[in-house]
């Protein structure tokens, strides 16, 4: 795996790809680690930020997996799919203060998630990495 930097025609970031075996993912190049400041916990020191649509649309398909400590913080954001997605995640809903306002735990592939209303941001998760370790309203810090 290997990371380069450029910039996009027209969007105004500095997008980073990522090059894996499946292909290249379209993400912010900075790693940011997301800590639950209500419990005073790390919830994943690799994530990375999809904010243009080519991102967003990406999301993790093409992925065969998430490690443990890794996630993806889709920005804006109110609901997801795991189409074609080989392995489950966890979810959290977050509103304009990261304040966390719907937990879903092992959401499966094929599976569509509710439309989360106050939701202006998504943060996935490897599977079973969160284990309640996370509640609503619980306020996180990504930074």
């Not at 292909?23 to 209500?38: M, Q, S, W």
Request: hydrophobic letters at 45%.
């Amino acid at each position: 795996m290997r990371g380069i930097s450029l910039r996009w025609p027209g969007c105004g970031w500095r997008i980073g790809f990522r090059v894996i075996e499946s292909g290249a993912f379209c993400y912010n190049f900075a790693r940011l680690i997301a800590r639950n400041k209500t419990q005073g916990r790390v919830v994943a020191d690799r994530v990375e930020r999809a904010d243009t649509a080519a991102a967003r649309s990406k999301g993790l398909l093409g992925r065969d997996s998430m490690e443990a400590g890794e996630g993806l913080w889709i920005v804006p954001c109110p609901m997801i799919h795991t189409f074609f997605m080989r392995f489950p995640i966890d979810v959290l809903f977050l509103d304009k203060q990261n304040r966390v306002v719907r937990v879903i735990e092992s959401l499966k592939p094929w599976r569509l998630s509710p439309w989360v209303f106050r939701a202006h941001s998504v943060l996935e998760l490897a599977g079973g990495s969160l284990r309640g370790s996370v509640e609503e309203d619980d306020v996180l810090e990504i930074s």
